[in-house]
């Protein structure tokens, strides 16, 4: 009997794993949803910068916020929510996602790519490409961003040069 029922609990852990595995393979299950809700909250966070809709931008934005930024400059949340909003700040016409990859671990989620990014600086309309890496963490129901770096992407040289 003692073996019986050893069998039956091998057995039955068995097919809880089967189980569990199917359900997580079959359309990416759990992980397949976090990675869209990332690139929601990346995509809202854009769009309420555009959008210069300050209080979406700051709740998309964790508490120990800090940004890497193109230029060499750091700044922390509240350095960054002042920039956005002062005079002459640069505004943002468009963010195109041209590459985008999103891992998610427990309670984090980095997402990196490159961004083409139309803006007005200084009165004048620029385009450039932005390499970027976001770190996001799991906190009061949302995904808010905690730390972001970016770099300029060099265009390839030209033959010749």
Not at 17 to 28: P, R
Not at 59 to 66: C, D, G, H, I, Y
Not at 77 to 104: C, F, H, M, P, W
Request: with cysteine; proline share 2%; glycine share 8%.
């Amino acid at each position: 009997m003692q073996g019986q029922s050893g069998f039956r609990a091998s057995h039955g852990f068995a097919i809880a794993w089967v189980l569990l595995a199917a359900g997580c393979a079959s359309t990416g299950g759990w992980f397949s949803n976090q990675q869209e809700q990332v690139a929601e909250a990346y995509a809202k966070f854009y769009q309420a910068r555009t959008d210069q809709d300050w209080e979406t931008l700051s709740r998309s934005l964790a508490k120990e916020f800090v940004y890497h930024m193109p230029t060499g400059g750091i700044a922390d949340k509240k350095t960054y929510l002042a920039a956005q909003q002062a005079d002459g700040a640069i505004e943002i016409l468009s963010n195109t996602l041209e590459q985008e990859a999103i891992r998610v671990y427990e309670g984090t989620a980095v997402n990196r790519g490159v961004a083409r990014v139309e803006a007005v600086v200084d009165g004048q309309n620029q385009t450039v490409s932005l390499r970027y890496l976001n770190l996001w963490i799991w906190r009061d129901q949302r995904w808010q961003l905690a730390a972001r770096q970016s770099n300029f992407v060099q265009p390839p040289p030209v033959a010749g040069d």
